[in-house]
């Protein structure tokens, strides 16, 4: 699987930050077309969506330079989430890495 490269464009590390959202009857299509958009991005980008239809949930691996701004983002697009938490360490091999 292919991952956007976290200094690709500025050479500074772009955070990493997960979050959840609770599917209210969406089908897997409309699952996919939210998906979509979340990758499309703009001020944010998701590299990762992890949906389970059973209990309503898509997980969301997003990059955007703060917080802040994929607050923004989420909220101008109209992408309501349950949490939202930055991802600061990552196990890579055996050994638990910063994830910059």
């Known amino acids: 699987m292919k991952y956007l490269d976290p200094k690709l464009f500025s050479g500074v590390p772009i955070p990493s930050y997960l979050t959840q959202h609770t599917l209210a ?3 897997r299509q409309g699952a996919e077309a939210l998906a979509q958009r979340m990758q499309a991005g703009g ?3 998701a590299e ?3 949906v389970n239809m059973l209990e309503g949930k898509m997980f969301v691996e997003f990059r955007a330079k703060s917080r802040e701004e994929l607050e923004a983002w989420l ?3 109209g992408m309501h989430y349950d949490f939202l938490v930055r991802i600061e360490w990552e196990m890579q091999g055996d050994k638990l890495q910063s994830a910059e």
């Open 25 to 27: 009857c969406l089908t």
């Open 43 to 45: 001020l944010a980008h």
């Open 48 to 50: 990762r969506v992890l």
């Open 75 to 77: 909220k101008t697009e």
